[in-house]
């Protein structure tokens, strides 16, 4: 599967050009479209872990709950494409890792992590856009994606507005 060179070392395959990469991502949206009926997306496979998490805690609250409820109706978060979707991303991604030469596993230092202050505001910026996602029923990939190829509307004020506002906030975050 990999090559190895003559002192142990492993070849690093490069990453594939975007063109090629843009047009398998078209086909892949194509044949989930064709093949499920849906198309790509990824913020609700976290509401339907969490759905199954509090079902395995307090079922009885999360089957009362409208918005939860629905997601456990067959008793379990795998029930729905999206989480099967969501791991196949993963499976994908590790197996295509290991076949580029590219899997290894590394914490990275406060150099490329940055400072504490810099931590917080990725993790409170990440939950403002999950919260953001979940109002809207759909997250970046799904309304870029699936909204885009089908030519929704909402999908491209949606991006134009992400896009804007990302500019506007990084501004008056880094100050420049």
């Known amino acids: 599967m990999q090559e190895q060179l003559s002192d142990g070392h492993h070849v690093i395959k490069p990453f594939w050009s975007p063109l090629v990469a843009g047009i398998a991502l078209?086909?892949?949206?194509?044949?989930?479209?064709?093949?499920?009926?849906?198309?790509?997306?990824?913020?609700?496979a976290a509401t339907h872990l969490v759905a199954g998490a509090g079902l395995a805690v307090v079922p009885a609250a999360v089957q009362a709950?409208?918005?939860l409820g629905p997601m456990v109706a067959d008793g379990s978060p795998m029930g729905s494409w999206i989480s099967w979707e969501v791991l196949g991303i993963a499976i994908g991604a590790?197996?295509?890792?290991?076949?580029?030469?590219?899997?290894?596993?590394?914490?990275?230092?406060?150099?490329?992590?940055?400072?504490?202050?810099?931590?917080?505001?990725a993790l409170v910026g990440g939950l403002i856009s999950g919260f953001g996602a979940r109002v809207s029923a759909g997250c970046t990939s799904g309304l870029g994606l699936s909204g885009a190829a089908t030519l929704g509307i909402a999908a491209f004020v949606f991006l134009g507005l992400f896009f804007a506002t990302g500019l506007v906030v990084s501004r008056l975050v880094k100050g420049v």
Do not use: C, E, W
Request: charged share 10%; hydrophobic share 45%.
């Open 94 to 121: 590790l197996a295509a890792s290991f076949m580029a030469g590219r899997f290894r596993v590394q914490l990275d230092g406060a150099h490329s992590v940055g400072t504490p202050q810099r931590v917080a505001k």
């Open 26 to 44: 078209g086909l892949v949206l194509l044949l989930t479209f064709v093949i499920s009926g849906h198309g790509l997306g990824a913020s609700g």
């Open 65 to 67: 709950n409208g918005y």
